[in-house]
């Protein structure tokens, strides 16, 4: 079976410009979590789904970030505008209700200059 | 609020020796999951091992083991006989079961295998 898919791996773009990042979770699985990574912070929960629907979103830094998951086989982060902060590595995963592994994906490395 | 703690910012060890990395946990709910995952330079974050809250026994996969002491909070990790490609990021984390199903990370401990 696939694991978590993310796209893009890695991604450069200027302060300023709409960032979209996407994940597939594992077909099956029914929840889906967005984390970032960062050196400062280590890993951080940023919005999970259950279901599709968005249950906890209180890790989403500020407006610029949202995210959406209109299907269950597909979910996306958007920062729009960017700014160099937002820089860092962006963990797509996933699980099933009661399950005790929790899937990541690859990872989507991001640098704002 | 949930907690975890991974006191050892590094360590080093010399190929074939065993090698515990320490977590400890902070929370007031009786049902939780307590996890570790492996994150080598390439970045990926590999799941290694699961232990329950409930658990009556230690859980094992293959060299890893995890020490899980309840009335301590804490749930180290053990790799037995250690090897170069050990060398990595591990991160503790703990899910709360009753309650949301996030996972909540420990700051890591970089490991280092010398030959």
């Known amino acids: 079976d696939a694991g978590v898919i993310q796209s893009p791996r890695h991604e450069v773009t200027e302060m300023g410009q709409e960032v979209t990042l996407r994940c597939k979770p594992i077909?099956?699985?029914?929840?889906l979590f967005w984390y970032r990574q960062t050196m400062m912070r280590g890993l951080e929960l940023l919005i999970y789904f259950n279901n599709n629907v968005p249950i906890d979103d209180s890790g989403m830094p500020e407006d610029r970030f949202s995210a959406k998951m209109p299907n269950a086989s597909f979910s996306t982060l958007k920062i729009q505008p960017s700014e160099p902060r937002d820089s860092a590595v962006y963990f797509c995963?996933?699980?099933?209700?009661?399950?005790?592994?929790?899937?990541f994906g690859e990872g989507s490395w991001l640098t704002v200059v | 609020a949930q907690k975890i703690t991974q006191t050892q910012p590094g360590m080093f060890v010399q190929e074939k020796e065993a090698v515990t990395l320490d977590c400890t946990y902070d929370t007031s709910d009786p049902s939780y999951g307590l996890f570790w995952y492996k994150q080598p330079s390439s970045g990926e974050m590999i799941f290694l091992i699961y232990?329950?809250?409930?658990?009556?026994q230690n859980a094992t996969e293959g060299r890893y083991s995890l020490n899980f002491q309840k009335a301590r909070k804490s749930a180290n990790l053990v790799i037995s006989a250690s090897q170069l490609g050990d060398s990595a990021m591990y991160f503790c984390a703990m899910r709360v079961i009753q309650g949301a199903q996030k996972l909540v990370f420990g700051q890591g401990t970089r490991l280092t295998i010398n030959p």
């Open positions: 232990q329950g809250s409930y658990d009556q």
């Open positions: 995963a996933s699980t099933r209700i009661g399950g005790n592994t929790i899937y």
């Open positions: 077909s099956g699985h029914d929840y």
